[in-house]
């Protein structure tokens, strides 16, 4: 009897070890792939009105699901993809990351309780090598997240903005392919975690030839002379303005006077060229992934696979009269979002609600791996699978890279709350949205007939900043007490000027 028992249990044990293992054979894969400064407006899936074509993508978002609302949570820099790329790789909030190069942009650095010293080994290639996953990586080299980066077994990162094979975004898709090529020969069966990033449309926007040449743009390099404009190139964003309407904390910053091929130029000639430059460097993108898609499912990988796409953070170039992506409105302070795998149902929309610190604690959970301890954010898979349309009703922005305490901003529904604190050019600013009304914000100076001559586009008389209108101050006052509230909890060191401590 004895004997039997234990015999059982010796098989049951076997039993559970082979189950163990065969789970273990079939964890999903991840290929999470970033693009450097897009907006998500540049994409048809998300504005049916852009002439941008990207086949693989829109594939993609057919084949899965598209987020509404995918947010960065923001930067204390200038260089606004060092924070989005600390925040991706550690699952924590803005103010609980460190600085590149420990710079101390973040004031809170330093502190140990906010920003552990030991970060890195909890970033996500760390805990993925752990969990027995190979990891590999490419991406632009700068503004990022060093002492992550190099936790990936295999790291292949060098900055790529030329319009060629070899210096443009065909190489970041070739280190993909050779790793895959790889993984094929030595008939590698681990699961994988591939971190595909490119260093485009990033500026500078040098697209191939063939590319610029379909959406009617030049490689301008001239600050003496401009483009010419022509019916191939982008239209103007529906929200140009000819300058941002007053000092918002940052307007000098290298984005808004020194990008080459726009300068402090906003013309239609300048904004339409660089647009088109824009695109054609998004196209390669996606060209460049669809040879990564192929080869996937080529090798049998594809099924098996959750695939992101998104970007670090959006970008204006001409909306609001700003170049840059050191602002709060929706088509900076938003990325693109698709995730297409297994369980997610074909063709879905979600709002989402989600950060792009939220990726970490998702792919743990979509593939059973613990998020490491220093995880700060929420995993979206309810959202993936049906479950629930958004994981949170608050979402916090921050850009405080120019003069502080800077800019904030809160969403809660359709409403948007945006502040600017800028002391010694005397800005005490505020502005209030309501999204679903007047989802391109439109500001006073959108009705001006300048500016609608311009854009073609008359806002309706509501589209505009509704901050002092009386009849939305109830929304006012919530919005206003949230932001208070979500600075505090996020530990933002600064208090804006009409706040009470
Ligand atoms: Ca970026
Ligand atoms: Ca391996």
Redesign the pocket.
């Known amino acids: 009897m004895i004997i039997a028992t234990r015999m059982t249990l010796a098989c049951l044990l076997l039993t559970v070890g082979l189950a163990a293992t065969a789970s273990a054979a079939e964890r999903p894969n991840i290929l999470f792939i970033i693009a450097d400064d897009q907006s998500p407006f540049d994409l048809k899936f998300y504005n049916q009105e852009s002439k941008l074509d990207t086949p693989v993508l829109d594939q993609l978002a057919a084949d899965g699901m598209v987020f509404d609302g995918a947010y960065q949570m923001g930067s204390w820099s200038g260089a606004v993809c060092t924070p989005s790329r600390h925040m991706v790789m550690s699952g924590r909030t803005v103010w609980h990351i460190p600085s590149r190069l420990n710079r101390k942009r973040n004031p809170n650095e330093g502190d140990n309780q906010l920003v552990p010293d030991n970060l890195p080994e909890y970033t996500m290639a760390a805990v993925f090598n752990r969990a027995g996953y190979?990891t590999m990586r490419t991406c632009k080299k700068g503004n990022s997240y060093d002492a992550a980066n190099k936790q990936f077994t295999v790291v292949k990162d060098a900055t790529k903005r030329g319009g060629t094979e070899e210096s443009g975004s065909a190489w970041h898709g070739k280190q993909v392919l050779d790793y895959l090529n790889e993984?094929e020969k030595?008939k590698?069966?681990?699961p994988f975690l591939i971190y595909f990033g490119f260093s485009h449309p990033h500026d500078t926007r040098d697209g191939t030839p063939e590319l610029l040449e379909k959406y009617g743009s030049i490689n301008h390099t001239k600050s003496t002379t401009l483009p010419e404009p022509n019916d191939k190139q982008p239209q103007m964003p529906p929200n140009w303005l000819p300058k941002h309407p007053f000092e918002n904390s940052h307007l000098n910053v290298r984005d808004e006077v020194a990008v080459s091929g726009v300068w402090k130029n906003r013309d239609e000639a300048t904004i339409r060229n660089e647009l088109g430059r824009e695109f054609a460097c998004s196209e390669n993108i996606d060209i460049q992934i669809g040879k990564v898609l192929n080869k996937l499912e080529a090798m049998g990988e594809l099924d098996n696979t959750y695939i992101f796409y998104t970007a670090d953070h959006g970008m204006a170039i001409g909306r609001h009269g700003l170049q840059g992506k050191q602002n709060l409105y929706q088509h900076t302070w938003r990325v693109p979002f698709v995730v297409k795998g297994p369980g997610i149902k074909p063709g879905t929309r979600a709002e989402g609600n989600i950060y792009l610190l939220d990726v970490l604690a998702t792919i743990c959970d979509l593939t059973g791996v613990d998020p490491p301890e220093t995880n700060e954010g929420t995993s979206f898979k309810p959202v993936l699978t049906g479950e629930q349309d958004t994981i949170r009703d608050v979402l916090y922005g921050v850009y405080c890279g120019g003069e502080k305490p800077g800019m904030r901003c809160v969403k809660k529904g359709d409403w948007k709350l945006l502040k600017y604190d800028v002391p010694s050019a005397g800005v005490h600013q505020t502005q209030l949205f309501n999204l679903a009304e007047n989802p391109h914000e439109f500001l006073p100076q959108h009705h001006s007939k300048e500016v609608i001559a311009m854009t073609g586009i008359t806002p309706e008389k509501h589209q505009t900043n509704l901050a002092d209108d009386p009849k939305y101050a109830a929304q006012r006052k919530e919005l206003e007490a949230l932001l208070q509230a979500e600075m505090k909890r996020l530990d933002d060191p600064f208090v804006l000027w009409d706040q009470k401590n």
Do not use: Q
Request: net charge negative; glycine share 0%; hydrophobic share 0%.
């Open positions: 190979d993984r030595t590698d069966k681990d």
